[in-house]
């Protein structure tokens, strides 16, 4: 069955600083792999997905995620954080792969606070 | 881009009563649809998951008589949480996805209370 790990529930980083936020997923098949961030009581928005293309994923708002197989993981980063990124963060693998429509399976979140 | 809409985006009601929530694609036709709940600071449990034209299948420990969906028509789907209780208070979250086209796209969400 597929998992979703999402490493630090809670992350704070200065403005301007890189933001780095962990997601390690366990699979049987080729995942499908998201990121959404959460405002809130808010729904949530796709910030970017890996379906099987290009390993380094380039998403809205200046994030990026590189899916390494090797390491099971889809980190997801920003080189400058900005005091609008403060959010809830998802990291989420579908469940049924590649032609599918599974499921998604969705971390625990991690919460990023930006300090000015 | 696909846009879900989500209605009501709060709601308070009191013990006893029942809720319907609905969730329309606006823009493509969502063959699958699918229901969360969202407790406080914790991640999205998905309750149920829904076709076009079918029973929707539910998640183990979610009871399909309370949590009554229905999924008549491509672009719409409803939860009626049925005889509320305080317990049921929670932030309940949509999905849509269509066939063909690998992604989901999610309603604004629901906050219920229940009183």
């Known amino acids: 069955a597929q998992s979703v790990t999402q490493l630090g529930s809670h992350i704070s980083v200065s403005e301007g600083a890189l933001v780095l936020l962990r997601c390690n997923y366990s699979s049987s098949v080729p995942p499908y792999l998201f990121w959404y961030v959460q405002y809130p009581n808010q729904g949530l928005q796709l910030l970017l997905k890996y379906t099987s293309a290009a390993t380094l994923v380039k998403g809205i708002n200046g994030f990026e995620a590189e899916f390494k197989k090797s390491e099971t993981s889809f980190h997801l980063t920003k080189p400058s954080a900005h005091m609008s990124d403060a959010a809830e963060y998802f990291c989420?693998?579908?469940?049924?792969?590649?032609?599918?429509?599974?499921?998604?399976?969705f971390g625990k979140g991690t919460k990023l606070s930006v300090k000015p | 881009g696909a846009v879900v809409s989500q209605h009501p985006s709060w709601v308070i009601c009191k013990s006893g009563t029942s809720v319907k929530i609905e969730c329309r694609s606006l823009d493509f036709q969502a063959t699958t649809m699918f229901w969360y709940r969202q407790f406080p600071k914790q991640s999205l449990m998905l309750m149920a998951t829904s076709n076009e034209g079918s029973k929707a299948t539910y998640e183990q420990g979610v009871e399909k008589d309370k949590f009554l969906i229905n999924h008549a028509s491509l672009t719409l789907s409803t939860l009626t949480v049925t005889s509320a209780h305080p317990e049921d208070s929670s932030f309940y979250i949509c999905?849509?996805?269509?066939?063909?086209?690998?992604?989901?796209?999610f309603g604004s969400g629901t906050r219920l209370t229940v009183v």
């Open positions: 999905s849509a996805s269509a066939s063909g086209f690998y992604g989901y796209t």
């Open positions: 989420a693998v579908s469940d049924l792969g590649e032609g599918s429509q599974g499921n998604l399976i």
